[in-house]
């Protein structure tokens, strides 16, 4: 047995890191494990950047993306868009400081959330190749320059080098950096199949994209409209901790607990404040910034008795089923869709969210594995942003594994099935810091599972329509193979035309499987119908 | 279409955040989702670092805990251990400052690793229920006092109120906390699966745990060995990237490269230093501080082509075959074991890791359904840490999955069988800050796979014994029933008395089937036989 060592030796050791430090030692926590998702990871932190700038200055997205190989796992990537720019005074916080930024603390809906992810790229950028990232921003303000960026990783402060003035007239970032241990592959989990989900999500977004082949896909804008800005709102009651609370009753500036929580919080009216009062027997004139634990518990218990209207929807803004279908068709062109979205329903007692849920049969749905394989597949999306990796631990995969699909008449192992989900909200309770699964969330869960259960009956009704037809198809050809045979032998014991035979009897059997020989439109009947009660 | 807002406008709101507003916000990536799954995280938090400190000192651990209910959804924890207690000085750091620890920079096997975990149980406390949490410490030194601990989330920086001195003897920390949002569950992810099943790796542990109905649980000290403790060690040089290698050359104090790469790295030597500079052309005489990447790189791909010995195996320290058969025999009480360590591996090219795997049969092995209905179960670990939840995304379970386990018999949906993996490394590669799945990194995927494998390979052994042991007594039990008969009937036909025929007759057919009637000496025989195949 070791000699008992003290506690003052161990200590000797004690230092404290900074959240740069974490990550570049944990950097699969950002994303960054497996050189495939490695390069998905840095895409996807460039290309939510720039939709949510481009959206919030109210600018129709067009972005490009180039990949190019310059060495053994070793890449290029240069990402631009046309948004407004990142100003001088920010650019250095906003791509080389780990938790800084202008989304964290807002209480609205949107792609990023955290403040990390631009930053993370900058941070493998260099400790994969040693380079500091190129910028260039021209911003509405007329600043126009390039400059190179690097992270102090120990300060979590940028390094900033060669500031130059540029000459470019229109607006927009752009980006060129360097990676190593990276890997482009043209996958189910690869790039390109990210870039073609970020567009079948946001139809209203033009994304080109030349791959390290040289080869140049383009996805075409199909609605030339941008979402409905998402507001800045303010919290509900219904999902406010008493934490919450009491951390903004101290930083409130009113000087009465009843304005305090009109000003801080939506749907309180003063009616609703003088409810509260006489249910929860606190002071309504107390100032707020007195307010202690077990005040705040009694008004947040007053919360859960008072009746609320519901949280305002406006601050939520879901893709809407026309656009889902037009993209849908547009990228999978299907036989069939179905698409539903549900009502802004809430999760831990106060945070709204939406779910939206399509199925489409057919087309280029599914994966095909081979000649008349297939098996389903399963589109996550969350704010928009398709969810490429830990599907297994994600709140959309266990709601779809939980649909008995076998009683919609749907064999999701075995066609060409895709079933789509994206969940909005002003907070996604993303399991990781990578943001590639939603937690299991059973408010969550349940939307989702409400959503595929709708889209699901409205399926069924085309499959069985399919299936039906499908029997009378093979009925009419064995039928039909017969005929051919029977006609033969009529002649021959006849000796009437063959040909005109085999067309009185064609006549005689097509009027008794109508269906099988009408292909066309027995084939958009039950879409239409299905569509109807998707709504 | 909105009109364009300006950059500056947007990024007014530009901010920075500490560490602990951004895992407050983010509790879920702590491991705080789900009231059962949040009170495990708060006993896992405090039990990993009791038993870090207790091994470092060299004491052999003694951990009691006890969870109480306080209210609807609110439980109050209290953990004490023998350990060596906290400094005064460090206590706050400790406790309360999100990123600080003795843990992060060192390269030794521990089962902490990030210097986030005890204060994350501090600030779920102080976010659910307004409180600090009290701490008693008494250090080898002689310091003894308690205090009350929150932290302040803005800054980072502990709060401490209530120092006092205590009259406490023997050394060791004791904290006492309370959680709301958490819930007391006794099923397979609650606490009393996951103290059981740190006392299944941890057999050198004594555990003693009141469950909120009073109920005491002891889960007995198996081995009377502290393990052996992993020495801190330098990494080897094929675990190194460019950038570490700039980042150690550069806070180097050696004045040449020869003497830095000697002194930073395992496993060189100066006649290494030579073939090193021969390979690579570089001067190995130049200042490590003034090394840039291009050098740097060239270094990194001499490395790989040098012939290293390998890294040593003595920073690992696994459980050990005869420790984990004690462990499970004691809590599994199976009917079968086979226990597998593999030879000490290398990941991200030199990073080392090994391997344990077991499979146990019978008993409380699997997953009890119902009556004679049984799943199998998997037993994840690292560094002797049970992981309990997020298994879908784990490596360990990929590698179980991946196994045809058919072909060893063993069917592992329906049988009482339990598959034990422990993976013991410096830096364990985990996906969530939360750790609780190793992410999947193939060198570890495969070693995994193979320790299985080997340990299948016995189990099969057995499995078909028993089978073959199960044919037998089939046969032997129907001939018997025909041999009463028969005995009946030959009495009759020959007066002779009818025990004594069956008699008779019961030797003679026991003849033809030893193993069916020798129960006891044959079920041990595979056992011995595949124990030592394991080895």
């Not at 809430?346 to 095909?368: D, H, L, Q, R, T």
């Not at 709708?454 to 193979?481: C, L, W």
């Amino acid at each position: 047995m070791a000699e008992a060592k003290k506690a003052d030796e161990m200590f000797k050791e004690f230092k404290e890191h900074s959240i740069s430090e974490f990550f570049k030692k944990n950097k699969q926590m950002l994303g960054y494990a497996g050189m495939v998702r490695s390069l998905v990871t840095v895409i996807h932190e460039y290309v939510t950047n720039s939709l949510d700038a481009c959206e919030e200055a109210g600018i129709l997205p067009f972005i490009n993306i180039r990949i190019s190989n310059i060495g053994e796992n070793k890449y290029s990537v240069a990402v631009s868009d046309n948004g407004p720019g990142i100003p001088k005074k920010y650019i250095g916080k906003a791509l080389a400081t780990i938790l800084a930024g202008t989304k964290f603390h807002r209480y609205m809906q949107q792609r990023g959330q955290q403040g990390i992810g631009a930053s993370g790229c900058t941070l493998f950028s260099q400790m994969t190749t040693g380079k500091q990232i190129k910028v260039k921003s021209v911003t509405g303000n007329a600043e126009r320059y390039s400059c190179s960026i690097s992270i102090d990783t120990v300060q979590n402060k940028p390094v900033i080098s060669d500031y130059k003035d540029i000459e470019e007239s229109s607006t927009g970032l752009s980006i060129e950096a360097e990676f190593a241990t990276v890997k482009y592959e043209n996958s189910d989990h690869g790039v390109y199949e990210y870039l073609k989900r970020t567009a079948l999500a946001n139809p209203h977004t033009e994304i080109r994209f030349v791959d390290p082949d040289n080869k140049e896909y383009t996805f075409i804008r199909a609605v030339d409209e941008i979402p409905k800005r998402p507001k800045p709102t303010k919290p509900h009651p219904l999902g406010i901790s008493v934490n919450d609370l009491i951390e903004f009753a101290h930083k409130s500036e009113s000087r009465k607990i009843s304005g305090f929580l009109e000003d801080t919080f939506a749907r309180v009216s003063s009616a609703k404040v003088n409810e509260l009062g006489a249910l929860t027997g606190l002071d309504m004139k107390k100032d707020p910034r007195k307010l202690e634990w077990d005040d705040a518990e009694r008004m947040v218990k007053g919360f859960k008795q008072v009746k609320w209207v519901a949280p305002e929807t406006s601050i939520i803004s879901p893709i809407g089923e026309d656009q889902i279908r037009v993209a849908m068709k547009n990228i999978l062109n299907p036989d069939f869709i179905n698409v539903v979205e549900r009502k802004p329903s809430v999760f831990y007692g106060g945070i709204p969210f939406v779910v939206e849920a399509a199925i489409s049969f057919g087309g280029n749905s599914g994966k095909k594995l081979g000649d008349e394989e297939y098996s389903g597949s399963i589109l996550r999306f969350a704010n928009r942003v398709p969810l490429l990796f830990d599907s297994g631990s994600c709140a959309i995969t266990q709601a779809v594994r939980s649909i008995q699909w076998k009683r919609y008449g749907i064999d999701i192992e075995n066609q060409p099935v895709s079933v789509f989900v994206n969940v909005s909200s002003v907070y996604i309770p993303y399991s990781g810091v990578g943001k590639e699964a939603i937690a299991s969330t059973d408010e969550i869960i349940d939307e989702i599972k409400l959503a595929l259960m709708d889209a699901a009956r409205g399926m069924q009704r085309y499959i069985r329509g399919k299936q039906q037809f499908n029997v009378e198809t093979n009925k009419y050809k064995t039928i039909m193979r017969y005929a051919k045979r029977l006609s033969k032998d009529l002649n021959e014991l006849t000796s009437e035309e063959e040909t005109s035979i085999e067309k009185s009897i064609s006549t005689l059997v097509a009027r008794h499987y109508p269906k099988a020989t009408e292909k066309g439109e027995t084939d958009g009947q039950p879409e239409e119908e299905a569509d109807q009660s998707g709504k």
